[in-house]
């Protein structure tokens, strides 16, 4: 058991390093001449008197008014260049990008003060001046993207099941459901939104009346889409899963001897098979929850909805430097979910497991 915790702990710890060094990474990428400065001449202004008046700088692109300078002085240069009487302004130059360990380095070192210090990163919206600290919204977007996580796993998490077993029971209703399956799976998790605020649509020019919302508007926020969107992949992945559990159950020794036995079909599954596929049930259910978690990213982001997933792609936010703290927080359910469903395999199952 110590084993397992150890390694568990260790998988956590790599997963919220690898969050917190690839959210930095664009820190350590140069894409920015160091050698090389833009000039913007005022009329009548001349490249050449400006590059006489600062000794070990030379022309590069006389007609795009780029020059080169010492990298040493390239900062201290391009403010006094920026003060001649000719030059209206200076440019940085845009060049081929590269990566500098140095910054990144740098760069995580003040990520990880800035976490010490309690600072979490900040969002910045368009219509303010001041960013403001994730801290002071995040309750609320854990609150929003919960408000729908949750049930539409829970409604995924069921219908995969029973609709598993509907398959099992009902041989003829099963190759629908296989059908609709493979299909749904087929999908990509963007074009299952739209589909559905496209049937959101319908529905509400068939009313006459918005009774279901589809974008995120101030306080009004998309329940029903949401909730749809996380459940059915999941759902789909379940059903495939416990599908195959049953088929491969219903070929053992033990299903004829329950027949033998008088039992009837319901009362062999709902007896037998079942008890021998909850190892397949829990150790599926990890694995719907991090196809749900990608799904309330991409519905949050669709919706324009101001939660875990969706809030930095937000029509009305500038930038956003909290992203490795909302990330954090999503694998770490994802995290306790694997856990959690660990432990329930190693303590439930083999108390159920009954034998062939």
Known sequence: MMVRFLQGLLVAVGILAGILLISNLDKGIDVISKDQIQIVLLPGGNIHNVINAFPGTAIVDEGAGYIS?????????????????????????????????SRYGEALNVQIKSYLDGDFGVIAYKSRQKPIPITNSLAEMIKRSLSYL?????????????????????PKVGKVLDAGQGLLLSLPDFFVVVLLQFAA????????????????????????????A?????????YGTMRIAFE???????????????????????????????????????????????SLVVVEVMANIFGLGGYAVNQ?????????????????????????????????????????
């Open 69 to 101: 300078v010492p990298a040493a002085k390239k900062e201290e240069l391009e403010r006094q260049i920026g003060r001649h009487k000719e030059v209206q302004l200076t440019l940085p130059v845009v060049t081929t990008p590269s990566f500098n360990f």
């Open 201 to 228: 649509i319908s529905v509400n020019k068939l009313v006459g009346s918005p009774v279901i919302i589809i974008m995120q508007f101030v306080k009004q926020t998309p329940l029903l889409i949401p909730m749809l």
């Open 230 to 238: 996380i459940s059915l992949l999941p759902a789909a992945l379940i």
């Open 316 to 356: 009305s936010i500038g930038y956003v430097s909290s992203l490795a703290t909302t990330c954090a927080i999503l694998a770490a359910f994802a995290l306790f979910v694997q856990g959690l469903f660990a432990l329930l395999r190693s303590r439930v199952v083999v108390s159920t497991k009954e034998g062939a």
């Open 150 to 170: 949750l049930p539409g796993l829970l409604i995924g998490v069921a219908v995969g099941f029973l609709a598993a077993l509907l398959a099992v029971w009902k």
């Open 248 to 294: 491969r159950e219903w070929e053992e020794g033990y299903i004829k001897t329950a027949y033998s036995k008088g039992l009837s079909r319901p009362a062999v599954i709902f007896r037998h098979m079942m008890r021998n596929t909850m190892e397949d049930f829990l150790t599926i259910i990890p694995r719907a929850v991090s196809v749900a978690l990608t």
